[in-house]
């Protein structure tokens, strides 16, 4: 295994990284990658911005928006969370399997003190019952990326406020506010890491990962950046995560919204009809796929707005790949009743 750690702060930046390295390396071994960033909102593929943010309010406060090629939901980032990435050949793993990367990093958190932390659900790390990792994976061309954070010292009031998380996921938790779902590590460590930075965490992973004692031992281990990579990686950057088109998207007007959670995740359709017929349709949620979530809305626009038009629509269509978790049945449920 080799690993990065990426100097920049900028989660456009770090996420460009990311995929420049998916797209481009060929896989002898894995990589571990490990950024930082100033206070920024990473959404979901999936999602609808409008819905996960208050922008005005990030806006104020220069917190920067940006959209992820993977699913699942809205985070929030600051420089007390420590953000980690595994990026792999896809042929032998299993897409949706968390468990497979986030063990270690759960077995070095119980050497850090926090005996308590368990994987929960699809996707989640928590301890106490309280959340302080969220992970989404990415698949292409036979290779994949799964990432998560890891909520160390994090401004949990600016995840409260930025953060305007659906009533109807919120209700599916148990729960009222996005505040009383979410943790910080610090407090369940050991007391000498009580003072911990963020980047010295993230040696301390680092080095239970590579099994070693110090820094220098794994120094070659360390996967360089050429100066051609950097130009690559600002072209994503324009192109892609600092792109508003990319963040935003294009949102039709709509006259039907339809929410529904399922087991897979949360699933949000807006819909417009025209003369019984559907005319503009966009979801978004934070749900996870293995395949572009627009080929389903491609093959909705025309269809007669009932639910055995749509079901012969999608006859030949394993919806399972479009919204992990969730069946046909369900997802034709959703649209229309």
């Known amino acids: 295994m080799q690993y990065v750690i990426m100097p920049s702060r900028d989660i456009r930046r770090n996420l460009a990284t990311e995929q420049y390295l998916l797209n481009q390396r060929i896989f002898d071994e894995p990589l571990v990658l490990f950024y930082i960033q100033t206070p920024c909102v990473i959404v979901g593929r999936n999602q609808n911005v409008r819905a996960e943010v208050d922008l005005s309010y990030a806006l104020r406060h220069e917190i920067t928006i940006t959209r992820r090629l993977s699913g699942g939901g809205?985070?929030?980032?600051?420089?007390?969370?420590?953000?980690?990435?595994?990026?792999?050949?896809?042929?032998?793993?299993?897409?949706?399997?968390?468990?497979?990367?986030?063990?270690?990093?759960?077995?070095?958190?119980?050497?850090?003190?926090?005996?308590g932390a368990e994987i929960s659900g699809r996707n989640d790390l928590l301890i106490d019952g309280k959340k302080f990792?969220?992970?989404?994976?990415?698949?292409?061309?036979?290779?994949?990326?799964?990432?998560?954070?890891?909520?160390?010292?994090?401004d949990l009031d600016e995840v409260n406020r930025v953060l305007t998380v659906s009533e109807k996921k919120l209700a599916s938790k148990g729960t009222k506010s996005v505040r009383s779902r979410v943790t910080n590590l610090k407090p369940y460590l050991k007391k000498k890491f009580q003072e911990i930075s963020t980047e010295a965490f993230r040696d301390r992973l680092l080095l239970h990962l590579f099994n070693a004692k110090t820094m220098e031992e794994i120094k070659s281990q360390e996967y360089q950046l050429t100066q051609k990579d950097e130009q690559a990686i600002d072209q994503l950057v324009a192109d892609i995560y600092g792109n508003d088109a990319w963040i935003f998207g294009e949102e039709p007007k709509y006259t039907i919204k339809r929410e529904e959670k399922f087991k897979g995740g949360l699933i949000e359709a807006n819909i417009s009809v025209e003369k019984g017929r559907i005319s503009a349709v966009t979801i978004y949620g934070d749900y996870f796929s293995k395949k572009e979530t627009k080929e389903i809305e491609n093959l909705l626009i025309g269809c007669q707005y009932e639910q055995k038009a749509i079901k012969q629509v999608l006859a030949e269509i394993t919806v399972e790949d479009y919204f992990n978790n969730v069946s046909k049945a369900e997802f034709i449920q959703l649209l229309v009743d």
Do not use: C, R, W
């Open 133 to 154: 990792s969220g992970n989404a994976m990415y698949t292409k061309n036979k290779k994949m990326y799964s990432h998560g954070t890891l909520m160390l010292d994090v």
């Open 74 to 115: 809205a985070v929030y980032d600051d420089l007390g969370n420590l953000s980690f990435s595994f990026v792999v050949n896809a042929e032998h793993e299993t897409f949706g399997d968390f468990k497979l990367f986030t063990q270690p990093i759960i077995d070095a958190l119980h050497e850090m003190g926090a005996t």
